[in-house]
């Protein structure tokens, strides 16, 4: 179990250092290939590359009707009114739903005896020869690496979601 201080320490370390070339797609699946490359803590030179896939499936409009019925779930009479209120003042309003799944199966490891910085240099190089524009490099933090994994999902969408929402207008979605 990870604590509060590792976690924080992971997304303070986390580092994209080549980006993918494309965002999530708004109507498609999407799969992204990984590299996430981590210092052993308690070793020099010691690094371990891990690849793998993380797929983002397309984005869906949840409209307010549609999340003020996961909103109440459980709740009573009283989050009913607040949620009619919110409905009344909130028609315009809609929220993009993403999903990702990301499989440990997917991932490889592999161990390095070489600086970090020659192992990003020979990852970066491979990937841009390879010409994989839908492929990310990550530097991580190696005991929390799926916490530095999460901090990049949640920044690809970040940077995807006013493309996806603009291909929503234009097709009169929202």
């Known amino acids: 179990m990870i604590n509060k201080d590792n976690f924080d320490y992971a997304i303070e370390n986390t580092q994209v250092i080549l980006a993918p070339e494309r965002q999530i797609a708004t109507f498609g699946i999407t799969s992204f290939r990984f590299y996430l490359i981590s210092e ?100 991580g933090v190696d005991d929390a690496w799926e916490v530095c994994l999460l901090k990049f999902t949640i920044d690809l969408i970040e940077r995807s979601s006013d493309g996806n929402i603009g291909d929503f207008r234009k097709r009169g979605l929202l």
């Open 40 to 139: 052993l803590m308690d070793r020099v030179n010691q690094v371990r590359v891990r690849d793998g896939r993380i797929h983002a499936d397309r984005p869906q409009i949840l409209t307010p009707e549609h999340f003020s019925r996961l909103l109440l779930e459980g709740f009573g009479e009283k989050a009913e009114r607040y949620i009619d209120q919110l409905r009344e003042h909130a028609r315009n309003i809609a929220v993009l739903r993403y999903g990702f799944q990301f499989r440990k199966i997917d991932v490889n490891e592999r161990m390095f005896r070489d600086p970090i910085d020659a192992v990003i240099a020979r990852t970066k190089s491979q990937v841009q020869n390879t010409q994989e524009p839908l492929s990310a490099i990550i530097q």
